[in-house]
């Protein structure tokens, strides 16, 4: 199984809304990603999990929180969000520092 | 300061080869990858170089240059298939998952 998978593929939600994004990966992969894109731009890293424990936060507002269950799943819940936050939402793992990151097909997020 | 740039679009026939070129001024450089995605689709993983060469895969090959900054893609055998955004992303030795991304390259495939 060489897949990332996300879900939901697509979600409209209000600024007073909670929701979460989800994603899997069974590659046995330490390393898991979440990284925000806006059109023609390239990914922008948001967190990284490392065996489980956050490692890299890139200055996020704290409307974005997520977490790690466990070494194949990896959250992103949101609350309160602005309209400017409206983007392609991915995630990605890796085996482990410097290895190729692989990604799942997105969310994409529309904020109302 | 960390710094990747490359192309913003390129066009190119189908059938013929081109080449998609990358400079990036990061300090502690350690390697470069390359990744193809298509509109609305995540990136998928194209090529790695660490040492300085080419490596070659099937259609695509990616060639660095430590000493001078530079990489490039080549594509060969161009379908149209091939019509995606290429994007460069260097990693430092501070940090391996943090990618440093280029603002990525816009092939145009024209049959």
């Known amino acids: 199984d060489t897949e990332v998978t996300q879900t939901p593929k697509h979600l409209v939600m209000g600024m007073t809304n909670k929701k979460s994004l989800k994603c899997e990966q069974h590659?046995?992969?330490?390393?898991m990603y979440w990284y925000k894109q806006k059109a023609k731009k390239p990914p922008e890293l948001m967190f990284v999990y490392s065996y489980e424990k956050l490692s890299i936060n890139e200055s996020v507002p704290s409307r974005f929180s997520p977490e790690c269950p466990n070494s194949s799943l990896l959250n992103l819940h949101l609350h309160a969000l602005q309209p400017e936050d409206s983007a392609l939402y991915l995630c990605?793992?890796?085996?482990?520092?410097?290895?190729?990151?692989?990604f799942g097909p997105g969310t994409r997020l529309t904020v109302t | 300061g960390q710094n990747i740039d490359q192309p913003t679009e390129m066009t190119a026939t189908e059938g013929a080869i081109v080449q998609i070129n990358c400079t990036y001024q990061t300090s502690g450089f350690n390697g470069l990858f390359w990744y193809q995605q298509h509109a609305g689709e995540a990136p998928t993983f194209l090529s790695y170089n660490v040492l300085d060469g080419l490596e070659e895969k099937g259609r695509f090959s990616s060639f660095l240059s430590r000493s001078k900054g530079y990489s490039y893609l080549l594509l060969k055998e161009l379908q149209m298939k091939d019509s995606a955004s290429y994007l460069c992303?260097?990693?430092?030795?501070?940090?391996?998952?943090?990618?440093?991304w280029g603002a990525g390259t816009k092939l145009i495939i024209k049959p």
């Open positions: 590659m046995g992969h330490r390393a």
């Open positions: 992303a260097g990693t430092t030795l501070d940090s391996n998952y943090q990618l440093i």
């Open positions: 990605a793992s890796s085996p482990g520092e410097e290895y190729e990151q692989y």
